[in-house]
């Protein structure tokens, strides 16, 4: 949802409503009790840190990301096809541009295999998505969208 950069604040600050609402449909979509704490998942990724994550601070605040690009490139697959339409709704922009693409604009000479395919249930609120982008500024997100780019 963060696209490879999870600050500690999203863990313990109730402060920004964006970020809570995409947590609390992501635990909606994994099936994971609300009531489970953040702070319990603050900890689960500092037991994590130095196994499967790193962290460092960037402007005074932890950042988590999994040890490896490879990892994360794994993980984002596996995720993303689990949870595809929660991913579509809450995942970051510029995450969602170059990793999701529909079934028809994949050919194996253009994507990797960790290619994101959209389910043809989900085309619709990805269309959707791609049009809240341009709303929301993230103009160049759209336009370089792997679904576009044969396009252009």
Same mark, same amino acid.
């Given at each position: 949802? !963060?696209?490879?950069?999870?600050?500690?604040?999203?863990?313990?600050?109730?402060?920004? @409503?964006?970020?809570?609402?995409?947590?609390?449909?992501?635990?909606?979509?994994?099936?994971?009790?609300? &009531?489970?704490?953040?702070?319990?998942?603050?900890?689960?990724?500092?037991?994590?840190?130095?196994?499967?994550?790193?962290?460092?601070?960037?402007? !005074?605040? =932890?950042?988590?990301?999994? =040890?490896?690009?490879?990892? !994360?490139?794994?993980?984002?697959?596996?995720? @993303?096809?689990?949870?595809?339409?929660?991913?579509?709704?809450? @995942? &970051?922009?510029?995450?969602?541009?170059?990793?999701?693409?529909?079934?028809?604009?994949?050919?194996?000479?253009?994507?990797?295999?960790?290619?994101?395919?959209?389910?043809?249930?989900?085309?619709?609120?990805?269309? =959707?998505?791609?049009?809240? &982008?341009?709303? &929301?500024?993230?103009?160049?997100?759209?336009?370089?969208?792997?679904?576009? @780019?044969?396009?252009?």
């Amino acid at each position: 949802m !963060f696209d490879n950069h999870l600050l500690k604040h999203y863990l313990t600050n109730d402060d920004d @409503g964006e970020i809570k609402i995409k947590i609390e449909k992501t635990y909606k979509a994994c099936n994971i009790n609300i &009531d489970v704490s953040k702070q319990s998942l603050l900890n689960e990724f500092e037991v994590l840190v130095d196994s499967f994550t790193v962290s460092f601070y960037d402007y !005074f605040d =932890k950042v988590f990301l999994p =040890k490896t690009r490879q990892f !994360f490139d794994i993980l984002a697959k596996y995720i @993303g096809t689990k949870i595809q339409s929660c991913l579509i709704e809450c @995942g &970051d922009a510029s995450f969602l541009s170059q990793r999701a693409a529909f079934r028809c604009s994949v050919t194996n000479e253009m994507f990797s295999p960790l290619t994101l395919i959209i389910e043809e249930r989900h085309k619709d609120i990805y269309l =959707k998505r791609m049009i809240r &982008d341009l709303n &929301d500024d993230y103009v160049s997100d759209v336009f370089v969208n792997i679904n576009l @780019g044969r396009y252009m």
